[in-house]
């Protein structure tokens, strides 16, 4: 087993083998891992506890997986939420019988309603002692709260989190944890707080996701060793198991899945029993920005590569299965859409299901396929397409149609499939096959029908000229540019949820100025002047720290907006207001001139600029320039401008902060570059 002696700490000395995991148990390894900042020691902590609900109730692994990582369901079940700060401060008043205007003091002083909660609890005289709270209990709690829906689902979200937080202990400090000194300020161990946090979606604790799945991985496997009565596992055997089940998350995302197959079958068995399949959306492959054709042949040199059309549209990955071979994807039934034809449905990058808003595919789905293919996955691109001209239309046409409840016979604006990628086909995945394989594939499995169904336009050629040729031929089809992927050797496999060097995009816009465009998050806005004193007439934006999951400040923005636009986003934007920012916004990097008003961060938006600058005001990736400037600087976007909004995109899927990083130095190097130049002149 592994021990727990290697930190000194036992969570929870009172849990016993077989009782349900105490969520009292999960804050105090919250707290521990709150407590440093140091990433070995977050994984240790998070792989010892796990290790410890492995040995005494393996059952409630995945829920306790799930609150770890603050999801309630993998992505694709479309479970959110959906608490804003308002509810939860509504919720801690009624539950402590402390008024609500008291919560918001609390809330204004404190700033993190997680510990106006424990706060809340701890002055609360408690009458009889509730029933402890289990992981298993609040999970469900939790699930049941998100669910609620329709009329008076606000009142029915309310009465779920008191009912939680009713029996969460305001501090559960040193019960356990003998010897650690749990820090007053981060308020210890209290369930209230990391309830409270969990409703808000952020736990604070700088446990990324990744370093779960990372902790998982070393849980089960020393749990397994021990099963076998073997040692400690050496750190080969730990860096094993850790690529098998980092390999496994990304074709399935979706640990509903993996955990009850690697409890039965073991981590060493899990390519063999969880593959991808049809009905659990894995997330995108993504491609490296250029800046320019000469950059893209430097990066390919001596590689067979394939230049695509970059179509301008929404992501789609279609999954289908045929009448007859829904026995084989049981997992499916529950995810897809089922009619006569089968089980189909669309999903967008972030896994969402876009079923409802393209049911005018879906309907066509069938005609596309030749005899013989029973099931697939699909990566395609969905663009709006003018029946008349036969022609893309650009992405604002696709944005007026409806998100949802589409009827198909009512659809507008009609949409053109363009099918770049094949994931899965007829029971077997196909990522690991060479893009020349699966483009052959795709070409045997499907027939291209005008204005519904298309095979992404592409040239296999080196030839500068040519590829130039091409990128202009793709733009004058309303095209982005173009794409450019390896397309034989090993490096040529579908590599999901990556941003891949085998991947390279070239916009037509790069060709001069700054490369890429930046998405960011909206976190607060300031009033207009002049005509535009009703609105917001400017906006803060930033963008994500992965690390310390934090958003740093970037820009300010007021460019790049029509009047109409603005007011769409005023109306939009109010009911998000804050009263304070949030604790995750970086405040070192928020200019003295704070906006007039602080919103939850949801928005995303998609901005370009000239270019990018070392700045005192907006601090992004200041850690990442340190050395450059000595400290007391970030980058910020010089001028700015709003291209539009990013629907598809969390708030957590906005630009990095080391994305920011990487492309001021590709910009600096470009600098020098021509400096150097001008100087031999
Ligand atoms: P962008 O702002 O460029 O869309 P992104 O972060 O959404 O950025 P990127 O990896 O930068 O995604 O660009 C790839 C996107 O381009 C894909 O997500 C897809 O939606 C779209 N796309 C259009 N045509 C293709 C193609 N032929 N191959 C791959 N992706 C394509």
């Not at 408690?126 to 689902?153: C, D, N, Y």
């Not at 996955?377 to 944005?399: G, R, S």
């Not at 060479?434 to 027939?447: A, G, K, P, T, V």
Request: hydrophobic fraction near 40%.
């Amino acid at each position: 087993q592994a021990t727990l002696g290697s930190t000194g700490i036992d969570p929870y000395p009172d849990w016993k083998a077989g009782e349900p995991v105490p969520y009292a148990a999960l804050c105090t390894t919250f707290s521990l891992i709150e407590m440093t900042t140091k990433r070995l020691v977050i994984s240790a902590h998070a792989s010892l506890f796990l290790n410890q609900v492995l040995r005494l109730t393996p059952g409630d692994l995945l829920p306790t997986v799930q609150l770890m990582i603050n999801k309630l369901a993998a992505d694709y079940a479309g479970i959110e939420l959906g608490i804003g700060e308002s509810l939860i401060m509504k919720a801690i008043g009624e539950t402590t019988g402390r008024s609500l205007a008291v919560i918001k003091a609390d809330q204004h002083e404190i700033g993190d309603l997680g510990l106006v909660a424990a706060k809340s609890r701890s002055n609360q005289p408690t009458m009889f002692k509730p029933k402890p709270l289990t992981v298993r209990g609040v999970h469900e709690g939790l699930l049941s709260i998100a669910k609620v829906q329709g009329h008076g689902s606000q009142d029915k979200k309310i009465s779920g989190i008191k009912k939680l937080l009713s029996a969460a202990d305001a501090a559960t400090a040193g019960k356990g944890s003998k010897g650690v000194d749990i820090t007053k300020d981060k308020g210890g161990p209290s369930e209230a707080k990391f309830l409270i946090r969990f409703l808000e979606g952020k736990l604070r604790l700088g446990l990324a996701e990744k370093t779960v799945l990372v902790a998982l991985a070393h849980a089960v496997v020393a749990y397994e060793a021990a099963l076998n009565g073997d040692k400690a596992p050496s750190a080969d055997r730990l860096a094993d198991g850790e690529a098998v089940l980092k390999q496994t998350y990304s074709e399935l995302p979706a640990y509903e899945v993996i955990i009850p197959a690697m409890l039965e079958h073991g981590i060493f068995n899990l390519a063999n029993v969880c593959k991808l399949q049809p009905g659990v959306p894995l997330k995108p492959m993504l491609a490296k920005p250029t800046k320019s054709i000469t950059e893209v042949l430097d990066r390919f040199e001596g590689k067979d590569f394939t230049c695509e059309y970059k179509y301008d549209g929404e992501r789609a990955q279609i999954h289908y299965v045929a009448p007859d071979s829904i026995h084989q994807y049981p997992n499916a039934t529950t995810t897809l859409q089922k009619d006569a034809k089968g089980l189909s449905s669309i999903f967008s990058r972030n896994s969402e299901d876009l079923s409802k808003k393209y049911p005018d595919i879906l309907a066509k789905l069938d005609r596309w396929i030749k005899p013989g293919v029973s099931s697939f996955v699909l990566d395609c691109e969905t663009v709006a397409w003018d029946l008349e001209t036969k022609k893309v239309l650009p992405f604002q046409q696709l944005m007026t149609r409806k998100r949802k409840d589409v009827k198909a016979e009512d659809v507008k604006v009609k949409v053109c499939v363009f099918a770049f990628d094949l994931l899965f086909l007829n029971g077997d995945p196909t990522v690991k096959k060479s893009l020349r394989e699966r483009r052959q594939l795709l070409h045997d499995s499907f027939n291209p029908i005008e204005g519904e169904f298309a095979f992404a336009q592409h040239g296999n050629t080196n030839d500068l000229e040519e590829i130039q040729h091409l990128l202009e031929e793709s733009v004058k089809a309303s095209c982005e540019g173009l794409m450019v992927k390896m397309l034989d050797t090993e490096e040529s496999g579908y590599e999901p949820s990556k941003r891949s060097r085998n991947w390279l995009k070239v916009k037509k816009d790069y060709l001069a100025g700054l490369g890429d465009s930046l998405d960011l998050v909206v976190l607060g806005a300031y009033f207009g002047r002049g005509k535009r004193t009703s609105v917001y007439g400017a906006f803060l934006l930033a963008a994500y720290n992965t690390t310390k999951q934090t958003f740093e400040t970037v820009c300010n923005i007021g460019t790049g907006f029509s009047e109409a636009v603005l007011e769409e986003l005023h109306k939009e934007l109010s009911p998000l207001a804050i009263d304070r920012p949030k604790p995750f916004y970086d405040h070192s990097s928020v200019p003295k001139d704070q906006p007039d008003v602080w919103f939850e961060p949801r928005l995303v938006w998609e901005v370009k600029a000239a270019d990018l600058t070392l700045s005192p005001r907006y601090k992004a990736a200041a850690d990442e320039v340190v050395g450059t400037t000595g400290g007391g600087k970030g980058i910020s976007l010089r001028f700015p401008r709003y291209i539009k909004a990013r629907d598809d995109k969390k708030p957590e899927e906005a630009t990095t902060t080391r994305a920011v990083a990487e492309m001021y130095r590709k910009q600096e190097a470009i600098v020098k570059e021509n400096a150097g130049k001008k100087g031999v002149d």
